[in-house]
């Protein structure tokens, strides 16, 4: 029997679909915490994140405005994997403390997801009650990186090639979201994952 809070936990590679399941699933009432959008925060103009982060890599990747230059620090860090480890070492620990605040203000028979970019690679899946993959084959992820976001084929592919391998993820996985197809159909996948979801809360 799973507790009347249910965590889980949302994962998927870069241009896998996620953050559209997440929308999602927020749209039928669950709590989403966003890891990525946390991590936006604590690198804001002014916050202790941004300090250590320039403190790093340099006032080079800091903007004339004072905001973080974030295409030339991804430059920077997707392609070296020790400088991608350190900037997680700085923004990673930040990122869990908001994430507890956020989980103590939920109401305790919630269902909050935590959409988590990286929770394969960091070994997080015991944190969740379920674990949620979005699945859709690196040709389709890069395609969409390139189309969608704009990206560089050279970039489109560092990124998907600094995350977990599709294995990798499938394995942790307690249910999985196919996400090639229209977006008709994912709302279909996302309301059946709902209905299984609201049966474990009372």
């Not at 998927?12 to 996620?18: A, D, F, L």
């Not at 620990?93 to 605040?101: F, H, M, N, S």
Request: no cysteine; aromatic share 2%; hydrophobic share 45%.
């Amino acid at each position: 029997m799973l507790p009347l809070m249910v965590k889980v936990g949302l994962t998927g590679g870069i241009g896998s679909g996620k953050s559209e399941v997440s929308r999602r699933l927020s749209a039928r009432g669950a709590v989403v915490i966003d890891a990525d959008k946390i991590a936006r925060e604590v690198v804001e103009p002014g916050t202790e994140g941004l300090a250590r982060v320039a403190g790093v890599f340099g006032e080079e990747v800091i903007r004339q405005d004072g905001s973080l230059d974030r295409e030339r620090l991804g430059s920077i860090v997707f392609a070296d994997s020790e400088k991608l480890a350190a900037l997680n070492g700085i923004v990673h620990p930040l990122v869990g403390r908001r994430v507890a605040e956020l989980q103590e203000q939920a109401d305790d028979r919630a269902i909050v997801v935590y959409d988590v970019p990286l929770l394969a690679e960091n070994k997080l899946a015991p944190m969740y009650d379920v674990v949620i993959v979005v699945d859709a084959s690196d040709e389709v992820r890069l395609e969409r990186l390139v189309r969608v976001r704009g990206m560089s084929e050279q970039d489109a592919r560092a990124r998907i090639a600094a995350q977990a391998g599709r294995e990798e993820r499938l394995a942790i996985a307690d249910i999985v979201i196919p996400n090639e197809g229209s977006l008709e159909e994912l709302e279909d996948r996302v309301e059946e994952v709902w209905r299984r979801l609201s049966v474990t809360t009372p």
